[in-house]
């Protein structure tokens, strides 16, 4: 392949001081993929739900985090990370969904740029239609309002990438052996992803049971690989907003559980690749909380893959092959796949 390709990165995003709290959770709760409720429904509780949280939960949140997200310094550094990886005729730039920078700036970056190709590759493993479609419908607005029509694909999710699985699996072992040499006991592992309401799987979105396989595959790559058999892990899910129902078993039920066996846990946040405030406060300081509350005899966090040399080669060798070439993601009865809601080799 010749010429230059613009890899977009595309990341949630998070705020940048106290005073973009706020701006950051209406901008969020006012997108139509989270909020599934008619514009004038969905702006009334977008702005009673982010003035409420700004002032509560996430402002004590990011409080701790010095009143703002890492998440745009991390996803930088994976996008320098990238870029040493792909050499000169690719260019990787960032763009998030809820706060800066957004599409509509680095849209024009990239037209800037006048690349021949366009690459989306956004940051979440696994795929929902209330992150990657959202953020791909965004880029999509931005740039057709800037009129800019250079040829665009997308390289979706990777549940099951090679790269993932690695780096996912040797950042557990490590963490593992420490916790199991500190209590002479076999911690038990949970893999804590970002919960969803049960309404939005059942109607096809596919994250749930790709969440679950990650979970399986990495599993099966530390007993296989690292000797870690007879491996006792389970999956849960985090950060429960609202009334509706929710995928479970939740976190802190999961934490219940080992608490009543009397097991360490070791939590491990396999949606996430970048450290943000669900990962650092929620997973790393509530959970580990509820943890010593409850009784568990040792709790430790995995970091999540990061720059992890295994991932970032991962997704380079996703970018450079063709979109062709990449397996189907998931069963066909999920409706709402990416290959069902794209044309990834062209938008």
């Known amino acids: 392949m010749t010429g230059k390709t613009a890899i977009i990165l595309l990341n949630l995003g998070g705020p940048d001081k106290v005073e973009s709290i706020r701006p950051f959770l209406l901008n969020f709760f006012m997108d139509k993929n989270i909020i599934r409720a ?27 985090l010095g009143g703002k997200s890492p998440l745009l310094e991390n996803t930088m550094r994976q996008a320098g990370a990238l870029q040493g990886e792909l050499g000169s005729d690719y260019r990787v730039f960032v763009t998030m969904r809820y706060w800066h920078p957004r599409a509509d700036e680095t849209v024009k970056l990239v037209r800037d740029y006048d690349p021949d190709r366009i690459l989306l590759l956004p940051l979440y493993p696994q795929y929902s239609t209330t992150t990657t479609r959202s953020s791909i419908e965004d880029w999509q607005r931005a740039a057709k309002k800037e009129n800019l029509k250079i040829p665009t694909s997308v390289a979706c999710c990777y549940p099951f ?52 396989e990650s979970a399986r595959k990495i599993a099966e790559t530390l007993s296989r690989d690292y000797g870690l058999f007879d491996l006792d892990w389970a999956i849960c899910y985090q950060s429960r907003v609202g009334p509706l129902k929710w995928i479970g078993p939740s ?97």
């Open 251 to 347: 976190t802190e039920e999961a934490l219940h559980a080992a608490a009543k066996d009397r097991v360490p846990v070791l939590i491990y946040p396999h949606a996430f690749v970048s450290e943000h405030v669900e990962t650092l406060v929620e997973i790393g300081e509530e959970y580990r909380d509820l943890a010593k509350e409850l009784g568990i005899p040792a709790f430790a966090r995995v970091d999540t893959v990061g720059t992890h040399p295994d991932f970032i080669k991962g997704l380079a060798d996703r970018i450079k092959k063709s979109t062709a070439q990449q397996q189907r993601c998931c069963p066909s009865e999920f409706s709402k796949c990416c290959r069902n809601e794209f044309d990834i080799a062209k938008i």
């Open 161 to 212: 990438d090679d790269g993932f699985i690695r780096a996912s699996a040797e950042n557990i072992f490590a963490r593992y052996k420490d916790l199991e040499q500190t209590t002479h006991r076999k911690p038990r592992i949970l893999f804590s992803a970002h919960g969803l309401p049960a309404k939005i799987v059942k109607d096809g979105d596919p994250y749930q049971w790709q969440c679950e």
């Open 38 to 64: 008619p514009w004038p429904v969905r702006f009334f509780l977008a702005r009673l739900i982010a003035n409420r949280r700004s002032k509560n939960e996430a402002g004590s949140a990011y409080s701790r």
